[in-house]
C-alpha cells in the first residue's frame, strides 16, 4: 500500500469504518512510514482537539437548569395527555348525559305528540259518531253523573261555555251536553251550533297515564288541523286535553277557540276536586239513562236503552229546528 | 398506560427507560444545536423538540445500538423541516466538487493551538462540512449513521469529510501564523 492510498483512508481509518483486513495493511504501512505516521497523528490530534474545543466551549454549554427544565418539560408532555384522557372521559359522560336526556326527552315529546294526535282522532271520531251521525256504541250519560262517578272536573261543561258564544265571527250556541265514550275514552262533549254547523266541544281527562301538566305540543297548541275531514283545534289545561272540532273553517274553529279557551282552560285547571281516578277500564260508563236538562233551552232528553237512537234523533231535529 | 400527543403509548416502565437512555444526552445535543443554531433559544428549542420527538418514537428505537446518533437524527430531520419552512428556495447542487478544486494544498496543523482558533475555523468552512465533521469527529457516529442523519449517500459523507478536514486545516494555518510562538492559550494543543 503506498503512502497516498493510505492517506487516503485516514479518514476511514480514524473513523473505525474500515475492515480489519485494511486496518492490518495501514498499520502495516504506518510502521514504515514516519511521515504517514506523522499525517495520522496530526489528524488524530485535531480530531481531539475539536472534541475538547467543542467540549469546553463556553458559549456551547447549557443553562445548568437546562436538562432538568428539560425532563420537566417532558414529564409533562407525557402527563398531558393522561389528563386530557381524564377530561375526555369526563366530557364523554356529560355528552352521553346530554345525548341521554336528549334522545329522553325526544322520545318523551313524540310520545306525547302521538298521544295528542290519537287524543284528537279520538275526538273526532266521537264528535262523527256522536254529534253528526249518534252511532256511539254506549249511551251518553250526564255531566253530573260523569262528574260524580269519572271526574269532577266535567261538572264545569254543565256551566261552560255558556249558551250563547259570542264570538268575533258570529254566535255559537250550545245544542247539548253530555259525556260519551269513543273508542273507550270518555269525554265531556259539548254540541255546538256554530256558523250552521255542527261543532264539538271535548273535554277528556289526561290521568290514563299521561301528564297533563306539559303545554300541549306547539305544533298542536293554536293550530287547527284537518282530521278525518274534520277541523281539530287541541289545547290544554292542567289535568285535561279540550278538543274543538267540526267540519267548520280553520279561522273559524280559531275564532271560537279563542273566546273558549281561557276561561275554560282556567275553570279546569283550578278545578282540584276530582272523584276517584278513572282508569282505562273504569273509564267505560255503565249504562244510563238520563241526558243533561238543558234547562235554558226547556229541553229534558231520557235515554233508557233504546231511547238512544230516539234522543240522536231528536238532537238531529234539535239542530236542525236551530240551523 | 399513557399516550403523548402523537399518540405513541409511554407507559412508566419506557418513561423511564428514555430518561435513563436518552435524556442524558440532552446537553450534548444542546452543543451541537448551539453550534448550528448560534442562538440559545432557538438551540432549546430545537433540542426539546428533538427530545419531544424522541419520546414519542422511543418505542421505535432499538436498545443497544447507538442513542445519541439516533437523537442526531432526529435533530437533524427537525432541522432541515424547519431551514425548508424558512427559506423556501430551491437547493443548490452539491458544492463539494467546486470546493475541492479549490483546496490545492493542505498544509501540516499547526503545533500550538487553542479551542478559539479550532472552533473559529470550523465556523469558516461551509456548513455542510461543519455538519459531517462535527458528527463524524465530536459525535463520534459512524459514516452510517451520518448518512442516514443527513439523508445523503455514505459516499457523500467520506467526500464532505475528506474536503472538510482539508479546508479545517487550511483556515488552522493563519490562526497559527497570526500568534507568536510564546503565547499559548488556555486551552492550547499539547
Known sequence: ?323 | MRMTRKGAPVDDHAWAAFEAEALPHADQLFRVAMWFERNRQEAEDLVQDTMTQALQSFHRFQRGTNCRAWLMTILQHIRSNRRRSRFRSPLIEDPDDRIAETIPFVPPLPERLTDEDILGALGRIPPHLQEVIVMCDVEELSYKEIARTLAIPIGTVMSRLHRGRALLRQQLRPAADRRPKEIRGPHAMP
Request: glycine residues 4%; charged residues 25%; hydrophobic residues 40%.
Open chain 1, 1 to 323: 500500500m503506498q503512502c497516498r492510498e493510505v492517506r487516503d483512508l485516514f479518514d476511514s481509518y480514524l473513523a473505525q469504518e474500515l475492515l480489519t483486513e485494511t486496518n492490518h495493511e495501514i498499520l502495516r504501512h504506518l510502521s514504515g512510514c514516519p511521515t504517514c505516521r506523522a499525517d495520522l497523528a496530526e489528524r488524530r490530534a485535531l480530531r481531539e482537539a475539536l472534541q475538547r474545543a467543542f467540549a469546553r466551549a463556553r458559549d456551547l454549554e447549557p443553562r445548568s437548569e437546562f436538562s432538568a427544565e428539560l425532563g420537566v418539560k417532558l414529564r409533562d408532555i407525557v402527563q398531558a395527555p393522561l389528563r386530557r384522557g381524564l377530561y375526555s372521559h369526563w366530557l364523554a359522560l356529560a355528552a352521553t348525559v346530554v345525548v341521554g336526556v336528549g334522545l329522553a326527552a325526544t322520545l318523551w315529546w313524540a310520545h306525547q305528540f302521538m298521544r295528542d294526535r290519537d287524543l284528537a282522532a279520538a275526538a273526532v271520531g266521537d264528535h262523527r259518531n256522536c254529534a253528526l251521525h249518534f252511532t256511539l256504541a254506549e249511551k251518553p250519560i250526564s255531566l253530573a253523573d260523569a262528574a260524580q262517578r269519572y271526574d269532577a272536573a266535567y261538572r264545569i261543561l254543565e256551566e261552560l261555555p255558556p249558551r250563547e258564544i259570542l264570538t268575533p265571527s258570529g254566535t255559537a250556541r250550545v245544542l247539548e251536553r253530555h259525556s260519551c265514550v269513543y273508542a273507550g275514552r270518555r269525554f265531556a262533549h259539548v254540541v255546538l251550533q256554530y256558523h250552521e254547523k255542527v261543532v264539538s266541544l271535548l273535554v277528556t281527562s289526561g290521568e290514563d297515564g299521561a301528564s297533563t301538566s306539559v303545554p300541549l305540543d306547539a305544533a298542536l297548541h293554536g293550530d287547527v288541523r284537518r282530521i278525518d275531514d274534520m277541523s281539530v283545534l287541541s289545547f290544554r289545561s292542567a289535568r285535561h286535553s279540550i278538543f274543538l272540532t267540526g267540519d267548520v273553517d280553520r279561522a273559524e274553529l280559531s275564532s271560537l277557540a279563542e273566546v273558549l279557551t281561557g276561561p275554560l282552560t282556567r275553570r279546569l285547571s283550578s278545578s282540584q276536586t276530582h272523584s276517584s281516578p278513572p282508569t282505562f277500564a273504569t273509564a267505560y260508563p255503565r249504562l244510563t239513562t238520563a241526558m243533561p236538562n238543558d234547562s235554558q233551552d226547556g229541553m229534558a232528553f231520557t235515554f233508557p236503552g233504546p231511547f238512544w237512537r230516539k234522543s240522536s234523533t231528536a238532537l238531529r231535529t234539535k239542530c236542525s229546528k236551530s240551523l
